[in-house]
């Protein structure tokens, strides 16, 4: 290498001073030993090529500091340069020169001697200086890192021709390398200039290596911008083809311009002025649609999904129209009676009105059916200027149906609130719970856990419903609840209600809602006037009488709307001009009658009592029978009884064998007889604590032969010794009693107070006489007296004693 090297290195000339014309280089710096190609148009610069081409061709090259300097001055130059021979000289287009020059060797400009009409200078040779350091180890590294440096420099910076790198690589000269790199590659005149300008080759190396370094670097950065750039436009460009595709597949499909679909969504989701979170979350769905296909099923699973958020009436209220004065009337004018209901919902009215932002309590209706709890709501809703939806709770079991399902599932909805909403078309609808009290529960999760986050005024502000994900505000919503009963009723729901109690309607309550209410709404409905058709008042005592029996007036109404259906069709097929409907022909219309009057015995019977039990809906007379037979101390109950009401008959049974003596029956008829007690309607279950009086009549009744009064019914638990504790539901069952023409009823001492509830008619035509022992159910009940002595008189004895009337017929006693 050394040896190449000192063969290498130029016989430097005499180290003296030449005076020669210069020529100024902008924006490149000539190596020694390197060939320049060069447009020259500056006249200083031809003038002086013109002066050495007709002498020696020497020229000394020298660049300047400035690259935008159009005529510099000497000291604009700098002072190391190369003295180079001019090959060539060719004149191009537009007044400029071609050059082509071979540098000689490396000069420093002393002097500058004239600036016109040429440059001319006092040059002297500059030569490098001859390092030992040439031939050490620092020097062959600094060259193999040239050497990758230039590679690496090479393969990222294209159409670099191969020969360049081949020659360098194989190049063994440190001061060939460095100026041959140097000339070659792209870099900043300063740069090069300070390469020729440092004498010591391995500075120059060095120097060299520090350009390549951070020139690499940058260009690597450069190849790596280039390389995302070119990356997403071919991303671009491939969406903007694929896309255009599949416009050209939809045209062809007939289906519509999925494009234009996604900005309608857009601007809709826009249009509705959503919270930042809802809309961010639509956009999303609506972005995520654009990229399937646009018949997918997923597709058309989010189309659904935004069909239906969308269609929600976000922001959309109607505004509380509230004047108690009109509200009166229109509940007034639309219900009969119903005081307490009216009452507080005007008192909700008027809370509303003072303070509309406070979320008052939800109010439940509870009632039998048929009693306007429905229909009470909807006039609320008219009166308050909302919009009225109903929702029926009965049978909801799954969490799901309250809170919907997850959009993931195929054919997946909201559940039924938000549903509830979206019919109504308001965020402030007046929303009926109907039926409460069935709601049920089982593995799919509690539908009254979802029930209670949505009538909770701390969370239904934004309520989430599983399918629509985002949360929906129901603050707004004027909740009311129905219910038959608040038994079933979960009780973290019923602490968040406010009971309202609806009671079943007296005879002559039904009679006047049916008449003055329900028959003139039927009649619109129907299209009759008066003129055409007139129902009589004892036609409509009849319908009560003989086809209705329920607590309301739903079936009333819809017998009405039966019986008038029949005459509009008598009148409309020519048969008469008007129809009058009495209980004498009532039975054309409606077919025989299908409810005869509960009545009461002809006669006192042994072992039979008329109880009195409370349904769902009303009031109802049961009788329940004690039959006595020989055995063996057999139990048997029978009419569906439910578990309290035989417990309620051995509770019995055990009182009366514990005073076997005090009613004269055998102190071992519990061995040697067989009790059967049967509640008729054998079909119908029954079950409640409140038969214990009754069947511990009917039973001492049977068992002692003395016959009941059969205008007498009672109600009331009985405890083993004997107390009567209080029941429920009174006043239905005085109904029932009334209905039945009972003439006295017993009920436990300590339901007195229940007495002022009692409808006035009832209580004018029955005597309510109170008990807190069985004993005086029994003194009351039994139409005889009972034997005190004990032992000698046999059941027949005491049947034959008591009423007459009580062996005529006896289903209790063994003949
Ligand atoms: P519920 O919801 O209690 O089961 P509805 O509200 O459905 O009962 O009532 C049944 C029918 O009886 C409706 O047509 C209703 O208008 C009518 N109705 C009930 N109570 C009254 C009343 N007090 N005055 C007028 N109509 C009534």
Same mark, same amino acid.
């Given at each position: 290498m050394s040896e190449f090297q000192d063969k290498k290195i130029p016989e430097l000339p005499e180290p003296q001073q030449d005076k020669m014309p210069m020529l100024v280089l902008r924006g490149l710096v000539l190596f020694p030993q390197m060939v320049l190609h060069f447009d020259v148009g500056r006249d200083k610069s031809i003038l002086a090529l013109n002066q050495v081409m007709s002498g020696d061709r020497k020229i000394f090259l020298v660049a300047q500091k400035?690259?935008?300097?159009?005529?510099?001055?000497?000291?604009?130059?700098?002072?190391v340069g190369v003295v180079a021979q001019v090959k060539q000289i060719v004149k191009s287009q537009g007044g400029t020169w071609r050059v082509l020059v071979e540098g000689m060797y490396r000069a420093k400009l002393?002097?500058?001697?004239?600036?016109?009409p040429y440059f001319e200078g006092v040059v002297v040779p500059f030569p490098l200086?001859?390092?030992?350091?040439?031939?050490s180890a620092m020097c062959d590294a600094l060259m193999r890192t040239i050497k990758d440096l230039f590679e690496e420099y090479c393969y990222l910076?294209?159409?670099? /021709?191969r020969e360049l790198v081949v020659n360098a690589l194989v190049s063994e000269d440190p001061i060939h390398l460095a100026e041959y790199i140097a000339g070659n590659m792209q870099m900043e005149v300063e740069d090069k200039q300070a390469i020729l300008s440092q004498s010591d080759p391995l500075k120059r190396l060095e120097l060299l290596a520090n350009v390549l370094e951070s020139e690499n670097e940058i260009l690597s950065l450069e190849a790596d911008i280039q390389e995302k750039v070119k990356g997403q436009i071919d991303k671009n460009q491939r969406e903007y083809y694929l896309r255009e595709q599949l416009k050209a597949i939809s045209g062809e499909l007939g289906e519509d311009d999925p494009q234009e679909e996604n900005q309608d969504y857009s601007e809709k989701i826009k249009k509705l002025k959503l919270e930042e979170e809802t809309a961010q979350k639509l956009l999303k769905e609506v972005d995520k649609l654009s990229r #399937?296909?646009?018949?997918?099923n997923e597709a058309g699973v989010i189309r659904g999904y935004l069909d239906t958020v969308l269609d929600l009436p976000w922001n959309k209220k109607t505004v509380d129209k509230i004047d108690l004065k009109k509200a009166k009337a229109l509940l007034d004018k639309e219900h009969y009676g119903m005081v307490k209901v009216k009452e507080r919902m005007l008192e909700l009215l008027a809370v509303r009105k003072l303070? /509309?932002?406070? $979320?008052?309590q939800i109010i439940c209706l509870v009632g039998p059916?048929?009693?306007g709890k429905t229909s009470i709501a909807r006039s609320i809703a008219k009166s308050l200027g909302r919009k009225y939806v109903r929702l029926s709770l009965?049978?909801?079991?799954?969490?799901s149906d309250i809170?919907?399902?997850?959009?993931?599932? +195929?054919?997946s909805m909201p559940g039924r609130i938000i549903n509830a909403v979206k019919l109504s078309g308001s965020s402030n609808p007046l929303m009926l719970l109907d039926e409460v009290d069935k709601l049920g529960s089982d593995y799919?999760?509690?539908?009254s856990a979802a029930l209670l986050e949505v009538l909770d005024s701390e969370q239904n502000h934004a309520f989430r419903d599983h399918f629509i994900e985002v949360p929906f505000d129901l603050s707004d919503v004027l909740f009311i609840a129905t219910a038959?009963? #608040?038994?079933?009723?979960p009780a973290p729901l019923l602490d968040r209600m406010e009971i309202i109690h609806l009671s079943s309607y007296t005879r002559e309550e039904k009679f006047q809602i049916g008449r003055t209410y329900l028959l003139p709404k039927q009649m619109k409905r129907h299209g009759l006037t008066a003129a055409k058709v007139k129902v009589s008042d004892d036609a409509i005592y009849a319908l009560l009488d003989n086809y209705t029996r329920e607590a309301g007036v739903r079936n009333l109404e819809r017998e009405l709307a039966s019986l008038l259906r029949k005459a509009a069709k008598r009148i409309v097929a020519g048969e008469t001009k008007k129809v009058v409907i009495t209980n004498d022909n009532i039975v054309e219309f409606?077919?025989?009658? $299908?409810? $005869?009057?509960?009545q009461i015995q002809s006669y006192d019977e042994v072992g039979l009592v008329n109880g009195l039990a409370w349904t769902t809906v009303g009031g109802e007379m049961l009788q329940v029978e004690a039959a006595v037979l020989d055995g063996n101390g057999k139990i048997e109950l029978t009419g569906s009884l439910g578990d309290v009401m035989k417990e309620s008959a051995h509770a019995a049974i055990s009182y009366i064998r514990a005073h076997w003596d005090k009613y004269g029956l055998e102190h071992d008829f519990y061995k040697t007889r067989d009790v059967h007690i049967h509640v008729p309607e054998g079909a119908v279950p029954k079950d409640g604590p409140s038969a214990g009086v009754t069947i511990c009549t009917a039973l001492v009744s049977a068992l002692s032969g003395v016959p009941v009064h059969r205008d007498v019914a009672m109600t009331g638990e009985i405890t083993l010794r004997g107390r009567v504790l209080p029941i429920g539901g009174l006043k239905e069952k005085s109904m029932a009693a009334y209905r039945a023409g009972i003439k006295t009823v017993v009920i436990p001492?300590?339901?007195? /107070?229940?007495?002022?509830? +009692?409808d006035p008619v009832v209580r004018e035509h029955i005597d309510f006489i109170t008990a807190d022992k069985i004993d005086s159910v029994l003194n009351i009940a039994l139409a005889g007296k009972l034997r005190q002595?004990?032992?000698? #008189?046999t059941l027949d004895d005491i049947a034959v004693e008591s009423s007459e009337k009580a062996t005529q017929t006896n289903t209790s006693i063994p003949q």
């Open positions: 400035n690259i935008r300097d159009d005529d510099p001055r000497a000291d604009a130059l700098y002072k002393l002097e500058v001697v004239g600036e016109t200086k001859n390092s030992r350091n040439l031939k910076t294209p159409r670099m /021709p #399937l296909p646009s018949n997918s303070a /509309p932002e406070i $979320k008052g059916p048929g009693v009965g049978g909801v079991r799954d969490e809170r919907g399902h997850r959009k993931t599932y +195929i054919g799919r999760g509690d539908p038959n009963t #608040l038994d079933t009723i409606l077919g025989p009658r $299908k409810f $005869k009057p509960e001492a300590e339901n007195e /107070p229940d007495l002022a509830e +009692i002595s004990v032992g000698q #008189l």
